[in-house]
């Protein structure tokens, strides 16, 4: 059918494959976070490794979704993403200890990977005049799910328990994520199978250029400053004497603006310079995160974490077509996912795990925890601007 191969609603699939992985990778683990607390006697450090699990996953299936879409239709690798991230919800509702919940969060990461790569790469086939603008729309929906989630998530815990909850957002996600996977492709695509195994950039040449480690260590560094509010908003609320309904705040609007700074960023990428764009983020981000840990005022702080998250949803949105730029269409799902290990296997040990370490051993000092996102953020500022566009690399090619 003709309506099947209109970009636009090729695109909607999309949002809809992505919106509950994304909800349940930034969403659910802050409203469970105490839950699990209670539930399995674990204390903060045990905690922040979830996030870590979640990151490792994604940073083991990145680079191998990218890859596989040289062989396999995009939209098979999403539907089998769907499927699994939908019924590991199952899982984690029948969780007995803190190891079953890690489970959960490296099969969430894993497949997580499976349905963000092949969607994006697919998008930015369909639309090359606007890589920016539909990488934004993309990421409003992967990244804004968990803000729309978050208080329906509290809500049914509260209301209906923990298991309840967990079931109820696996069987909404197998339904929507599985029924519109099968449509996300580039119509004609087989055709053009021939053409996608033209890659020019081997994996040597890539981990030979500079510009792909500064990227790769901007990504370890504000990645971790990113990711942790997720995990860290329920505790760091918690301390200032909020309770679940209040504290959520905090998190939807990390969340909100984590959504919408995707969609502006990535049309504002379009027109302006990748490089400084985040160079203003993350500056913005670094001064929020200094403030914060001296403030009281729930809406104060809330307003505060609106700079962290959209760092975060800059950081992702930005980076899509940067790589693009950078490294070519063709190379785009390969060395993006190369780019996303350092957020996989580093982000969630220097930001969740590390910050729930020190925040044990300080009595929960979040002064100390914050100012190090604040350098984390400063220095990823710098190394953004090193980043060369891909006229200027050819060279090294």
Known sequence: MRLFKNKKIILIFGFLAIFFPGAFVFGFPGVMALEWQTLFHA???????LMFFILAGTGFSMYLAGK??????????????SLVCGSAMIFVG????IEHVYIWAFLEGFFCGFVYIPCLTVFQKLFPENKGMVTGLFNLSFGGSAAVMSPVFTYFLVSKGYVFTSNFAAAISILLGTSFALFIRVPGQKKEQGKQQLSTLSLKKTLRMSSF?????VWALSGAAGISLIVLASSFGATLGYGVTQY???LTAFNVLNGIGRLVCGRLSDKYSKQKILVTVFLMASCAYFLMPWLTNLYIISFLVCFVGLAFGALFVISAPLVTEVFGLENFGKVFGLVFTAYGFFSGFLGPWLSGVILDIT?????????????FYLVSSVLILRVKSKKNIVGSR
């Open 248 to 250: 959520v705040y905090i």
């Open 213 to 217: 480690w500064f990227l790769w260590c």
């Open 363 to 375: 009595d929960s000092n979040f002064k100390i925890v914050f100012s190090l996102f604040a350098v």
């Open 43 to 49: 204390n903060k450090a045990q905690i922040g490794r």
């Open 94 to 97: 029948q969780a007995d200890t």
């Open 68 to 81: 596989l879409q040289e062989k396999i239709e995009s939209r098979f690798i999403i539907f089998i993403g």
